[in-house]
C-alpha cells in the first residue's frame, strides 16, 4: 500500500486521474473499475476534458461499477447508472455495451450478481479498480461487518450510509436502504486500486483503515492485502495519519513518482 498525501482537493483527485489516464493510454482495452460518490465528479470531469482534447480514447475500454441501488431502475436520475452515463459515459468515446453496472431492478437481484461477478471474469478481470471512501469506512457498498471474502451481492445500508447518500436525493426518505455491490473479495481481485480520500469528515477512518488492524468493521482495511493499492489523500483526509512524513518522503524522493511531481 502506498499512502500519498497532496495539498489540495483538486491535487488529490488530479494526480488520481492522471494516474488512471495513464492506466489507459498503456492498455486500450483496459477493464476499468469505477465507484461513484461526490470524490469522482470532479475527476470524471477531468477525464472528460482530457478526452475532447483528443488525449484519452476510451474506444476499447471496458468498465465496472461498483455497486448500484437494489430495487432502482437504470432509468432513475437517483441511480448509479444514470450518474455515470451522465458524468462520464455520454462524454466520452466509451462503447455503451461496454459500460456494466449491476442492474438494481433485474427481477432476480441474486442472480444478477452471480452474472455480474462472470461478466468481470469473462473480461479478464478489472485491471485498475478506482475506489472512495464511505465515512464509515466502506469500499463499494461493504458495510461493516462484510466478509473479508465477499463476493457480489446485495447488502443492508447501515443508517450513517443512508445520512450521508439521502441528501443527494430530492426526496431522501425515497432512499433505497439496500444495494448491489461488487464485494471485498472481488474488489481485492484487481490488479491495481486507487482510492481516492478527500475532506476532513474522513480523516479519523481513513486512519484506521490505512494503520489500524484489518477488520471486517472497516472493510478499506482490507486494502493492506493488496499487493498494489495505492491511497491519494489531500491534507485534510491525511490530518490523522501517524506516518504522513514517511509517506511524504516517499512521493518526494521514489523516482516512480517523479513524473507526477
Ligand atoms: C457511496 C458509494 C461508495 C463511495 C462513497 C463515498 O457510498 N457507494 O462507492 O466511495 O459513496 O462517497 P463520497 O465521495 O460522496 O464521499
Redesign the pocket.
Known sequence: MEVIIRPSTEAAVDLAARLLANHIQKKPNIVLGL???????TLYDKLAAWHSEGKLDFSLARSFN??EYAGMAPEDKNS?RHYMNSRLFSKVNIDPRNTHIPIGNAPDLDAECARYEQTIRDCGGIDVQL?????IG????NEPLSSLASRTRQKA?TPH?IA??SP?FDDPETMPKR?I?MGIGTILESRHVIM?V??K??AEILAAAVEGPITSMISASALQLHPKCIIIADEEAAAELKGHKYYRWIFANEPEWAPYR
Open positions: 465507484a461513484t460518490g461526490r470524490t469522482m465528479e461498483l455497486d448509479y475506489l472512495g471512501l464511505g465515512e466502506h469500499i463499494g457498498f445500508l450510509t450521508q447518500n443527494l444495494a455491490t481516492v478527500t475532506g469528515k474522513k
